[in-house]
């Protein structure tokens, strides 16, 4: 498994930009696909963005597609995501998470490494 370490987080007003870093920790980061999920408070995590660990390719959640991007860096093993146009309903802490050969999955329960949070709050 992987360690993973968020940060890039902190308070920004509507239809700002943020970005966020997760770097990885351990061997073969280039063989784990990534991605994003985020925790509003009260409410279930829910998948942001990912990015496979064959070829780079990304899929998005509906609520961020055209406004976030996700990318990679394997030699830094690190990974991004930036976020533009960001609104009020994005506030949550965002959490990276790593699964090994994984495919496009937004699913939860398909990762297994997860890092602690970085908190976004955007305000109106």
């Known amino acids: 498994q992987v360690q993973l370490v968020e940060s890039g987080g902190g308070l920004v007003q509507a239809g700002g930009s943020l970005r966020l870093s997760c770097a990885a920790s351990?061997?073969?980061?280039?063989?784990?696909?990534m991605a994003w999920f985020r925790q509003a408070q009260g409410k279930e995590r829910e998948f942001v963005a990912g990015i496979k660990w064959s070829g780079g390719s990304t899929y998005y959640g509906d609520s961020v597609k055209g406004r976030f991007t996700m990318s990679r860096d394997n030699a830094k093993s690190t990974v991004y995501l930036q976020m533009n146009s960001l609104k009020p309903e994005d506030t949550a802490v965002y959490h990276c998470?790593?699964?090994?050969?994984?495919?496009?999955?937004?699913?939860?329960?398909?990762?297994?490494?997860w890092g602690q949070g970085t908190q976004v709050t955007v305000s109106s």
């Open positions: 351990g061997r073969s980061f280039s063989s784990y696909t």
């Open positions: 998470a790593a699964q090994r050969w994984g495919g496009s999955s937004p699913f939860l329960a398909d990762f297994s490494s």
